[in-house]
């Protein structure tokens, strides 16, 4: 069974400029877990989808968004990046109905702002 | 909102050592609990995880605990191998319909063969 996947797996862009990341997850699951990755924060939760709905919010400004299509693949996105915004970001897929379920996490999209 | 405590943020044990991580979290509600450890330049990969109806959970040389009163949570690892070598995180997870993880500092082990 193929992992998660995330692309590009490496980003470089500028200050002021907009960037989508992309996730596919392990086939079959419908929960889709964003998460971004700092030397100084750690691990940060962004936003849960599920059935292409948000579900939860982390504590982002309205900069960060994503959405999930019908097949469960998701995209985040970030406008006006400021160089704060350099991180790695992490997505999970899991196979949860109701309550929690195991988390499954892709490679990371290391995302460097100039 | 949750909070999740880690500790130690490092820690070094001799190759066939045994390692302990201990976790605490504030919000009675959570009600699983995975520990993840992530290698260099890969997302983290869960490694064992305990939801709050159960106080012990065992995979052969892993081992985590939990004390829902005193609201904390252990990793251990035994007989402790090179590449254990990593970084180990724990997290707190609510969920009901949804599920938001928090996760903890992280400890990074090294084990000295």
């Known amino acids: 069974k193929a992992g998660v996947t995330q692309t590009p797996r490496y980003l470089i862009k500028t200050r002021g400029q907009q960037v989508t990341l992309s996730c596919s997850p392990i086939?079959?699951?419908?929960?889709v877990s964003w998460y971004q990755q700092t030397p100084g924060q750690g691990l940060q939760f962004l936003f849960e989808?599920?059935?292409?709905?948000?579900?939860n919010k982390g504590n982002f400004p309205g900069r960060f968004s994503g959405r999930q299509f019908s097949n469960s693949r998701s995209e985040m996105n970030v406008s006006t990046l400021e160089l704060g915004d350099s991180a790695l970001y992490l997505c999970?897929?899991?196979?949860?109905?109701?309550?929690?379920?195991?988390?499954?996490f892709g490679p990371g999209t290391r995302l460097t702002v100039t | 909102g949750e909070n999740v405590e880690q500790h130690p943020s490092t820690l070094s044990v001799q190759e066939g050592d045994s390692a302990v991580i201990k976790c605490t979290y504030s919000?009675?509600?959570?009600?699983?609990f995975p520990w993840y450890k992530q290698e260099l330049g890969k997302g983290p990969q869960l490694i064992i995880d305990?939801?709050?109806?159960?106080g012990e959970k065992k995979d052969q040389r892993i081992a985590v605990t939990l004390n829902k009163t005193a609201k904390h949570f252990s990793l251990h690892i035994t007989e402790t191998q090179p590449e254990d070598s990593a970084v180990y995180f724990c997290?707190?997870?609510?969920?009901?319909?949804?599920?938001?993880?928090?996760f903890g500092t992280g400890t990074k082990l090294q084990v000295i063969p």
């Open positions: 989808y599920f059935s292409e709905t948000q579900r």
């Open positions: 086939s079959g699951h419908r929960s």
């Open positions: 305990i939801r709050s109806n159960v």
């Open positions: 919000d009675s509600a959570s009600n699983y």
């Open positions: 997290a707190a997870s609510l969920s009901g319909g949804y599920q938001k993880v928090t």
């Open positions: 999970a897929s899991s196979f949860r109905v109701e309550g929690a379920g195991e988390q499954y």
